[in-house]
């Protein structure tokens, strides 16, 4: 099943490569890993995607736990939570039934296109991981030209929170 | 008081009280060699290959439970000492390892003598940090002797450019450090620790099992009493030997693939397990499917990511040994008659038939020399006090099986790595340590040749360790395992051009003695004790084809364990 862990670790060199590290070194799947410095210049917010038996998911969590820059981490899909992932997709949009489609299915998926040409679109994405599947899958006989996902950004709902 | 980052790094030692820095110098070291010269509180102990640096001071730390310090230049510095990095590290030992790196302004340029420490030395540390200014030097070096002596302890490497070790600061060595990110938790919960003293009351078949975690948390006093308390059984890993003494009553001997007979069926049938300061490693548990499946087990550990990990835990309790059993102690006062002696009792009497097996018991010959003999003998004379390190192979596991070690911080080996070439610069750092103690390496004749040219630091500093060489004239271990498991097609195990180890011994300035007859294991051991201030190289030319028994071979349960075959069965075999 797939897990969703948060974690706050020093914003240090080295602290991502040791997350990294730590996943590889011990075999564990790594589906998707997002980091980005937080308002507090000194911490580094990362977002886990990973999978396995609760068993590993209870040794990830230990290890990475140990580790020495991790300040504070949440499990965050022991409970319940909002994941959104960002997708940037660039379709061929060069005729101007192309471009009607496109227009269509991005107004129903409530994305935009933010770039075009003469040949393309590129859209912009978001929302959980299952909306962005669908739209994926909804371009099924569309060219695709390029695709990027940023992987999951998760928070926690309500009261469950992450800070220090 | 304005320093230079070398000396800071020199003083910072300094008031951590450090004694000893095992060290090799270089390049991006020499800032803090020249601070080092012009000082003599800490005194530096120069080696001839950085992996006994790393050792020795694995050796020390071990012996006296105080972190090891080491001193290396970068590069090829570096990435000689990450064996003994990743040696300390899966055996949790607290070292502080400092590194030179080339000048901040060519990291990443590929320059002469770089490599990424940080990088390359990570997966085999607690942790390590890379300094990158004069003013942060003294902060990083406590923070990383708070990190290597708490909580589950372990290497840090503290990685220094040249030009840092050069700039000038204001010195100050913090009293106290806090970390927001490491908080190591010490006091076991006590609703757990209430649950495992249930447990044990109620238990029928109940075994202690205890690990390297229990030496390294001193918890030898509150385990012995425990055990003493309880009156139930008890056994040990290899790394765990002495925490509670070998001649204890209730002590079983130690377990796992070359434990005895009885303490591996203990295991195997116990109904409560409490297992102290111990990882359930496979060369422990054996078939994680056939372990102990009767057992409810409790698990005392410093560190969570222990618990649980290989084995399923029904009473976890996350804390130091020592404090957690005290901690047990105080529930137990007075709740003992509770235990239902008559099942203990029947318990012991099962386990007293798996005694009488005598697992341990081998063929004596006057003809050839028995390594077991050996360390029987050593044991005799040295009354279980000596200090033995040891390497890898059949003789560390006659070494753990045959010495009784009465104390913790006495057996000195890599149990967790399993690196050959560890004994004799770890008795070095032991015999730093303890000067005036005996220091014995048990080694084999292609482990010794591992980190043999430390002979040349122990005649620098007048070490007077004994060195007992079993030589069997094979990488015995993995001969056994080819014997056993390829059909004796012997790959590759056979030392052929063997050293003549007396006269290479005195080359390097020491004491040579060659043994080759049975009766004269016992007067040669004598002989090298009595010459106190000299190191003695005995070379004990042993029986070429001795298997270390019991054994569980890899993959198999506790109770598909294998005991020594008798005589005639030898003889079948042969004949076959
Ligand atoms: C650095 C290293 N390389 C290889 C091994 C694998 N290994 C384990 S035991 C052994 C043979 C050891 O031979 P010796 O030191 O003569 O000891 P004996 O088993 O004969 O007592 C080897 C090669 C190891 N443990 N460490
Ligand atoms: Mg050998």
Redesign the pocket.
């Given at each position: 099943m797939k897990r969703v862990i948060s974690l706050l670790l020093e914003h240090e060199p080295g602290a991502l490569a040791r997350v990294a590290g730590l996943f590889t070194a011990r075999g564990y799947n790594i589906e998707s890993l997002t980091v980005a410095p937080t308002e507090d210049p000194s911490l580094a917010r990362m977002t886990i995607v990973t999978s396995g038996s609760d068993a590993i998911i209870e040794q990830i969590v230990k290890q990475l736990n140990k580790l020495v820059d991790v300040v504070k981490l949440r499990s965050l899909s022991d409970g319940r939570y909002l994941g959104r992932e960002l997708m940037l997709v660039k379709v061929e949009a060069g005729t101007a039934d192309q471009r009607n489609d496109m227009q269509r299915l991005v107004s129903i998926f409530r994305g935009r296109v933010i770039d075009v040409t003469d040949a393309t679109y590129t859209i912009e994405m978001t929302g959980n991981s299952d909306k962005v599947d669908a739209f994926l899958l909804a371009l099924n006989d569309v060219e695709l030209i390029e695709v990027v996902r940023s992987g999951i950004l998760g928070i926690g709902r309500g009261k469950k929170t992450l800070r220090i | 008081m304005i320093l230079t980052g070398a000396d800071i790094v020199v003083n910072c030692l300094k008031d951590e009280g450090v004694e000893y820095i095992f060290g090799y110098p270089g390049g991006a070291a020499l800032h803090i060699y020249d601070a080092i010269y012009n000082q003599d509180a800490v005194k530096h102990i120069l080696v001839r290959h950085e992996q006994g640096a790393a050792h020795a001071a694995d050796g020390y730390a071990r012996a006296t439970g105080k972190p090891g310090v080491v001193l290396v230049t970068s590069g090829p510095g570096v990435t000689n000492t990450v064996t003994g990095l990743a040696t300390a590290h899966m055996d949790s030992i607290p070292m502080v390892v400092i590194t030179g790196q080339v000048p901040s302004g060519l990291i990443g340029d590929d320059a002469f003598q770089e490599v990424d420490t940080v990088g390359v030395t990570r997966p085999c540390v607690k942790h390590n940090f890379l300094v990158k200014d004069v003013k942060k030097i003294a902060e990083t070096i406590k923070k990383a002797f708070y990190i290597a002596t708490s909580g589950r302890p372990g290497p840090v490497v503290v990685d220094i450019p040249k030009d840092i070790s050069a700039h000038e600061a204001e010195y100050h060595y913090p009293e106290k450090i806090e970390m927001r990110s490491y908080q190591p938790r010490t006091c076991g919960h006590g609703k757990m620790i209430k649950k495992s003293v249930e447990l044990l009351l109620g238990a029928k078949k109940p075994i202690i099992y205890t690990g390297g975690g229990a030496i390294l948390a001193e918890a030898e006093k509150p385990l012995t009493k425990l055990v003493d308390k309880l009156g139930y059984p008890s056994t040990s890993t290899l790394m765990g030997l002495g925490a509670i003494p070998a001649t204890h009553p209730t002590f079983l001997g130690m377990l796992g693939m070359h434990g005895t007979y009885e303490s591996n069926l203990a295991m195997y049938h116990c109904d409560v397990m409490l297992a102290v300061g111990a990882r359930f490693d496979d060369r422990v548990t054996g078939d994680l499917d056939k372990f102990a499946p009767n057992a409810r087990i409790i698990h005392i550990d410093i560190d969570p990511s222990s618990i649980g990990k290989n084995v399923a835990v029904e009473v976890p309790i996350v804390g130091d040994c020592k404090s957690v059993l005290e901690n047990m102690l105080d529930l137990l006062e007075g709740a003992t008659d509770s235990i239902n002696r008559s099942e203990v009792d029947n318990w012991w009497e099962t386990i007293k038939e798996w005694k009488a097996v005598d697992s341990l018991q081998y063929d004596t010959s006057d003809t050839v020399i028995k390594p077991q003999y050996v360390i029987q003998k050593l044991f005799e004379i040295t009354g279980g006090d000596a200090y033995v390190t040891s390497?890898?192979?059949?003789?560390?596991m006659w070494a753990a099986q045959y010495y009784q070690f009465e104390k913790p911080r006495r057996w000195i080996n890599s149990g967790g790595l399993?690196?050959?070439?560890f004994g004799l610069p770890a008795a070095m750092g032991v015999q730093f340590g303890f000067p005036d103690d005996l220091v014995v390496c048990v080694?084999?004749?292609?482990?010794?040749q591992?980190c043999l040219q430390e002979l040349s630091t122990c005649l620098q500093y007048n070490l007077p360790i004994k060195i007992v060489n079993?030589n069997?004239q094979?990488?015995?271990?993995?001969r056994q395992w080819q014997e056993f498991f390829y059909d004796r097609r012997y790959s590759h195990s056979y030392?052929d051009a063997l050293p003549d180890f007396v006269k290479l011994s005195e080359s390097y300035g020491h004491v040579g003695i060659l043994v080759e007859n049975p009766k004269d294991v016992e007067s040669a051991i004598k002989e090298a004790i009595s010459m106190k201030d000299r190191l003695v190289f005995i070379d004990v030319i042993t029986d070429p084809e001795e298997n270390v028994y019991p054994m569980i071979a890899a993959g198999k349960g506790h109770n598909e364990i294998q005991l020594k075959p008798s005589k005639s069965e030898v003889e079948n075999r042969e004949l076959a």
């Open positions: - | 390497d890898v192979g059949q003789h560390q399993g690196t050959m070439g080694t084999g004749d292609a482990s010794i591992m079993l069997n094979y990488m015995g271990m993995v030392m």
